[in-house]
DNA sequence: GGGACCGCTTAAATCGTTTCAATATGAGCG
DNA sequence: CGCTCATATTGAAACGATTTAAGCGGTCCC
């Protein structure tokens, strides 16, 4: 319980404790033989700074947070992955938050990390949470948002273009020869669903034939595909879709499942698209033709662009749109 | 920058710091009235305590760390899942890093830890840590180690028998009348990989035929699963083994994908299970066979464990350990 | 009517570190 | 030898919250 403090340390070495705070923070303006003596006080005692009482004396926390939208999808690992391998660069310490979609949870982190004043901020909106975010920013927390344009576009973002994903998977659907293409993920609301959505609409409208059945979906997991393809299934053979687009590669999957299972042959009966291009699409039953995003590049991007408004407050806002790429394989008939 | 703090609220509300302290902390201390013009004046001024001066005036941070060993692996973003809600239960933040199997990275997380004061982390230990985890616990940081149990098992732990997972998975390749098996993963240092290959070869040689061929791996990931294919497909057609037990399911999926694209078939030329059954196994190319670990229990027991041990610190060390299951899928002949 | 007691509020001390002005030390130089 | 200047070190104040003992009115009861 008796924490070992600065001051145990500056009468271990025997100088002041201001002594020791500079040996720790500013080496040059201590001479180097203090300095050994103040670092073997240190290893001898075991001492460990208070991070609360550094944080409360400089008033700034050099941490970054960052709020994960959904754990289990390995897009948003992959962004994570981007956004660690460029903040371990600059050595600034990354906390993860899981919103799991809940908006609960991300307001509570997000009112976690106001808290802790953190000094920068990287988050995929899940629900409302304009009135949080600029709270923290008027704060002085740096935010970028990643994955999204917020509504009013204040802060700046990262995102990939959604309109040109949906065009690149429905183009190719039509490019096969498929007409009748279903459009399984949801819910609507959610930016990303729709400019896929409204991109794959406006491709088929474009081409002049084609139509566009939405199945939607209350959220973006396999389980969610497997009940796109169960409704797939209940349509009567003749009014059934012959491609499938799905919101994302897990929905794909879960699809994929419930169609091979039920003897529907992909891509014969039915051609599917899938949408991110996670590792395990590659490995799929039928290898997943999708949409490839660039997840790391994303986090990297982000991460950049935040630790500049950081550096500079006042920096103008700016929204970065990388570009989608379609990857074909089998189960379009690649 | 003039952060809005205690004192403006209290001049705001016509009180002192104090009681805008307590209408926080113990509200039952103050009088509804004044309760209600202090949240009032909280809510105008948009006050956020600097959870900074609070941790270190109490002396606690009520936060719980987590060290995630490969975020890209579903399993462990599984784990991740069942410590997280068992956490939201009693109303703890978690903080999640990722070591990504560096232990620079794992130590200088623990080190961060350590300067946070943390009341409690879970840890999935990448490299020698011991010495750290020992002064994380002298100064009354309670830990709980997940799916190890570590050389001295002088920590808590919850882990999932891996002799057994062993055991499961060799003698059902044994079963369908297999004989040479490649165990495709690596390092032997990882307890994991000792035990799973060790109940292996004993399981063979109690078996009285067959054996084992250890394909080692500096990794366990998809790539890692490719290269072990490669050597596979490298091997004399006749020396080639007729079955596969990955050390996990990304690796699995890589032997998967080059074995199949290389025209060899899965089960008929070559067998194959994996390990830890994320979802992803079932939706392979050629459904997974695979040995089931209870990852979401698993996180579930240890933030038990872990609540437990920080409410009581003198608590016994007690070593949890999990059964696995086996599931058969395709890629046995399932 | 006086004392005890009760509920609420206040003022000041405190948490452990960093910072800053002030002081001490020492070197260099005429 | 005395002075200046640079460097090294010190000691106390400050960061923003919580806690604690003390204070203040008012009520209750004999």
């Known amino acids: 319980m008796p924490e070992v403090q600065v001051r145990d340390v500056a009468r271990h070495a025997g100088v002041s404790?201001?002594?020791?705070?500079?040996?720790?923070?500013?080496?040059?303006?201590?001479?180097?033989?203090?300095?050994d003596k103040i670092l073997a006080a240190i290893e001898e005692l075991g001492f460990v700074p208070n991070i609360a009482a550094r944080q409360l004396r400089r008033g700034t926390n050099e941490s970054i947070g960052m709020i994960v939208l959904d754990?289990?999808?390995?897009?948003?690992?992959?962004?994570?992955?981007?956004?660690e391998a460029t903040l371990a660069e600059v050595g600034r310490p990354l906390v993860l938050a899981h919103s799991g979609q809940s908006h609960e949870r991300e307001q509570a982190y997000l009112d976690l990390f106001a808290e802790q004043r953190l000094s920068g901020v990287l988050v995929t909106p899940a629900g409302q949470v304009l009135d949080r975010l600029r709270r923290l920013r008027d704060r002085g927390t740096a935010i970028v948002v990643?994955?999204?344009?917020?509504?009013?576009?204040?802060?700046?973002?990262?995102?990939?273009?959604?309109?040109?994903?949906?065009?690149?998977a429905t183009q190719h659907l039509l490019d096969v020869g498929r007409r009748r293409i279903a459009f399984?993920?949801?819910?609507e609301r959610l930016s990303q669903i729709k400019h896929r959505l409204g991109a794959a609409r406006q491709?088929?409208?474009?081409?002049?034939?084609?139509?566009?059945?939405?199945?939607?979906?209350?959220?973006?997991?396999?389980?969610?595909?497997?009940?796109?393809?169960?409704?797939?299934?209940?349509?009567?053979?003749?009014?059934r879709p012959d491609a499938v687009f799905a919101a994302n590669d897990l929905v794909a999957l879960g699809v994929l499942q419930t169609l091979t299972l039920a003897g529907v042959r992909v891509p014969d009966d039915i051609a599917l698209v899938g949408y991110d291009d996670i590792e395990f699409a590659a490995a799929a039953a039928i290898p997943l033709t999708s949409v490839r995003q660039p997840a790391t590049e994303m986090g990297v991007a982000a991460t950049g662009r935040l630790l500049d408004v950081i550096s500079d407050p006042g920096a103008a806002v700016e929204h970065i749109v990388l570009s989608p790429q379609l990857v074909v394989r089998r189960s379009t008939g690649g």
């Open 17 to 35: 404790p201001g002594t020791v705070s500079n040996a720790l923070n500013h080496p040059e303006k201590v001479s180097p033989t203090t300095r």
């Open 71 to 83: 754990i289990a999808n390995p897009f948003f690992t992959s962004v994570a992955q981007g956004v």
């Open 146 to 168: 990643v994955d999204r344009k917020t509504g009013a576009r204040e802060f700046s973002s990262v995102s990939v273009d959604d309109t040109l994903g949906g065009r690149l």
């Open 184 to 187: 399984v993920g949801g819910p």
């Open 203 to 239: 491709c088929v409208e474009e081409h002049g034939s084609g139509e566009i059945v939405h199945l939607d979906a209350a959220s973006l997991d396999v389980e969610a595909g497997r009940a796109g393809g169960l409704q797939l299934l209940e349509m009567p053979a003749a009014r």
